[in-house]
């Protein structure tokens, strides 16, 4: 068998591959090699839908889309002279639900800030735009003007053409049989050629799971049925072409669950049953390639006729022909695309259930980042890390069955999701559960969201005020005026020890590490300056540091701290399941702890330092640290001995008034302190100088990214994070809304919730305009809510309680 040589070998050829093709082949890489198994549009040919251009809940998605489009529409006619059979039709949704009414004015606030203009709808807007459809019992939409469909075989062989005319070779009809790592390369055995490759990308859509299989991958993927009919002609669309009328916009109906597109003179109508159907979970059929399954349409009867209700015109054309095969999900229906964890020079790029929709954009975002060492938008909704190993066979079957079946559901702020939970049990889960905690899940993780007196109470999702609102509020009061206790064992964590800890820790970040018994934070950058990672630093000693971090970093984080200490005399070890954290917070807690403990623990230990001390007889790494600005400490303890140090806390803390309190009361807290958060208000795609944490900022050492830091610390268009107070009253923010000075948008709200101990209903929010300040206001599900600049934080500015 011949050997090939690539630098860059992509397996497999739908819309994904092809287009990371191109944007690499167009960025100057050479030797950039796709083997495919089928043709190369076998995971595009028969997807129906639009393109959703700007309906999006998160604007990374939203950018994928619209560079689809701009691919699609403009750049590949242009460079090939070829069409992609784009069609601008335009694109609607249209509701009967009070609640989808608020996401859709949130989803235009959103858009607003990215520059797209969605319309919010009335049933008479709806009737104008698309004649066809009744608009009984609606209570209005959102219209996408620039949205469209394409071609998808078109679109897919011009990314081919274009990608081939800069020197990408395509392989054919020429399945992957293995893959090993051998000398430093990839080898990976094809039927027609052993290719070596040093760069690998998992770009295989259906078979993305046993590519990423033969990786020794985990991919937490599942091909799920869909099938859409197309209808013959339809004589109220062949009217309409007759007398030169435009072509009906896409119409969606969310909670009856379908879209209809117009066909030529037909109607494609795509319902999608809340039963989803899983296919070939553990790899397809070998001999399976393009084929079709044979049509169900007894599954989605009920979803047709709800369809033919609304527009009736689909009872009038006949069905020419059912389409019906796997599109893929995954646990949140977002594409994985980034490295793959613990492997070197491998990517993943697959998972996508939009196929072509989002595939010109996802190839962009890939060569982007293996071109320039980090992505170009923050990656966190689509990193190929968000899941770990825990996300297993069980857990990826269940989330793809209910992200199909909630396809078209409302898209809730905190929104917790039933299924597959418990995958990761903190040591005092069941101790937090019968203490009233409703769980959230991060990461895995299951952790307390808030506390009920209410046996099997849960939140109620809202774009409001929920249930849990007062809730929280006397959680809130329990920490500021007595003590809290709370369970923060979803950390990530990790034990740096060896003779070059120190040096390696400096080099990771842009602060440098403190001194032994200290405790500090450290950001460490992409090579652009962007923030990657946060991580809280505790030294134990000058060759034993212990580094915390966010829960959903736990993979990103580790891949940074094993790459990142090569050449340095150290051992990573990650602890995350080794250790437990409790946290306890508030005004009594250094009276609780001191009925357990021997330790000094007021002047010999101060505000941000560690010590190793045995409370109740248990050691443990405590933390005098607060992520809600009361006196507190952070109880880092052998998983094992948790429930024994929970329970002594507890009984020691009940003299002194001691409740729990949980993320959502954490996060309310943090804000009145304006503490920025990771992977909201700290992303990849902002300094942390521009996110407020440029005091940390050490550039007297070395660290990735640190000359692209310094020219962006100086450049006129830098951002700046403020933190808004809202003049808001039974409606709050939570995240992505546009900042407004008189109708130009000038910032966006990352992170925002009422602060229950000050009254005040507050954001933290990048201006990109740092000099707007006067006349603002947030658009908050449609209303405009006046907003000023504080100059301090409203809660204990100047840290009397934290240093107390």
């Given amino acids: 068998m011949t050997t090939t040589d690539a630098n860059v070998l992509i397996i497999g050829g739908g819309a994904m591959g092809v287009s990371l093709m191109y944007h690499l082949a167009k960025a100057g890489w050479t030797d950039v090699v796709l083997t495919e198994k089928n043709d190369l549009t076998h995971g595009s040919t028969w997807h129906a839908a639009g393109l959703c251009t700007h309906f999006a809940h998160n604007p990374t998605i939203l950018e994928l889309r619209a560079t689809s489009v701009r691919l699609y529409r403009d750049i590949l006619p242009e460079e090939t002279g070829d069409t992609c059979g784009f069609h601008r039709s335009g694109a609607m949704r249209i509701t009967s639900n009070p609640d989808r009414m608020d ?32 608009t009984e019992g609606i209570l209005g939409g959102i219209y996408e003007p620039d949205d469209g469909h394409v071609d998808p075989s078109l679109a897919t062989n011009a990314m081919a053409k274009a990608a081939r005319a800069n020197g990408a070779i395509i392989l054919r009809y020429n399945p992957v049989s293995s893959i090993r790592r051998e000398d430093g390369v990839w080898v990976v055995e094809t039927e027609k050629t052993t290719i070596r490759a040093r760069h690998l990308v998992n770009a295989a859509g259906t078979w993305g799971w046993e590519v990423g299989h033969m990786m020794g991958l985990n991919i937490p993927s599942v091909p799920v049925l869909h099938q859409y009919l197309v209808t013959d002609t339809v004589p109220a669309v062949a009217d309409r072409i007759a007398k030169g009328l435009p072509e009906l916009p896409m119409i969606r109906d969310p909670e009856e669950s379908w879209y209809v597109r117009q066909e030529r003179d037909g109607l494609i109508l795509g319902p999608y049953e809340k039963d989803a159907q899983p296919w070939s979970i553990d790899g397809c059929p070998p001999d399976f390639g393009a084929d079709l399954m044979p049509p169900d349409l007894d599954r989605v009867e009920h979803i047709i006729m709800a369809a033919m209700e609304r ?31 613990g492997l070197e020079n491998a990517w993943l790029l697959t998972g996508s259930s939009m196929g072509v929709m989002e595939g010109g954009g996802a190839g962009w975002f890939l060569a982007h980042w293996m071109t320039h060492g980090a992505p170009p938008m923050d990656a966190l909704a689509v990193d190929s890390r968000r899941f770990g190993s825990w996300a297993d066979r069980d857990y990826r079957v269940e989330k793809a069955i209910e992200c199909f079946g909630l396809q078209f559901g409302v898209h809730y702020p905190h929104e917790e999701r039933p299924a597959a939970r418990g995958k990761r049990l903190s040591p005092i889960h069941d101790l937090m559960v ?24 849960k939140a109620v999702p809202s774009f409001r005020r929920s249930n849990w609102f007062e809730p929280v509020a006397q959680e809130c009061r329990t920490v500021t005026g007595a003590v809290g206790l709370a369970d923060m064992s979803v950390f990530s964590k990790f034990d740096v020890t060896g003779p070059d800890a120190r040096a390696f820790v400096d080099s990771i970040g842009a602060n440098r590490a403190p001194k032994v018994g200290r405790i500090g934070l450290t950001h460490a950058l992409t090579p652009a300056g962007g923030t990657q990672s946060e991580f809280t630093v505790s030294v134990l000693d000058e060759d034993h540091f212990y580094l915390t971090c966010a829960a959903a970093a736990e993979e990103m984080d580790e891949d940074l701290l094993r790459t990142r200490s090569k050449g340095f005399d150290v051992t990573i070890s990650r602890v995350s399941e080794d250790f437990g954290v409790l946290g306890l917070m508030g005004p009594k807690s250094r009276e609780v702890l001191a009925g357990l403990t021997d330790a000094d623990l007021s002047e010999g230990f101060p505000w941000l330092s560690v010590r190793e001390i045995t409370v109740a ?13 009361e006196l507190g400490w952070e109880l880092h303890a052998d998983a094992v001995r948790m429930p024994e140090l929970f329970l002594a806390l507890e009984a020691a803390g009940k003299p002194h008034g001691l409740g729990f309190f949980g993320a959502f009361a954490m996060n309310a807290m943090r804000l009145e302190k304006g503490y920025r958060a990771w992977g909201a208000d700290f992303t990849t795609e902002r300094t942390p100088a521009e996110t407020g944490a440029g005091f940390m900022i050490k550039m007297d050492h070395e660290f990735t990214g640190k000359d692209a830091l310094a020219q962006r610390m100086q450049a006129d268009g830098r951002w700046e994070m403020v933190l808004l107070e809202i003049e808001a009253r039974d409606v709050d923010p939570f995240y992505a809304h546009g900042v407004l000075q008189q109708e130009r948008v000038v910032g966006m709200v990352t992170s925002a919730a009422h602060g229950h101990r000050t009254g005040k209903t507050l954001a933290l929010a990048y201006l990109r305009d740092r000099a707007a300040r006067d006349g603002l206001c947030v658009d908050l599900l449609g209303k405009r809510l006046p907003a000023r600049v504080l100059t301090q934080p409203p809660f204990d500015p100047g840290n009397a309680r934290l240093k107390g």
């Fill in 311 to 341: 527009i009736p015109a689909l009872e009038t054309g006949g069905v020419k022909s059912v389409v019906n095969g796997p599109i893929t999900f995954t646990p949140d229906a977002n594409p994985l695309i980034g490295p793959a964890h």
């Fill in 617 to 629: 007889g248990i050691p443990v790494r405590a933390l005098r640290v607060s992520y809600v600005g």
């Fill in 103 to 134: 996401e859709f004015a949130h989803v235009a606030g959103l858009s607003r800030f990215t520059g797209y203009d969605l319309q919010m709808l009335t049933p008479d807007d709806v009737e104008r735009l698309h004649p066809l459809a009744r």
């Fill in 434 to 457: 019968e203490r009233g905690a409703v769980m959230g899940a991060a990461y895995g993780w299951e952790r307390p969201n808030w506390f009920s007196k209410k046996p099997g109470d």
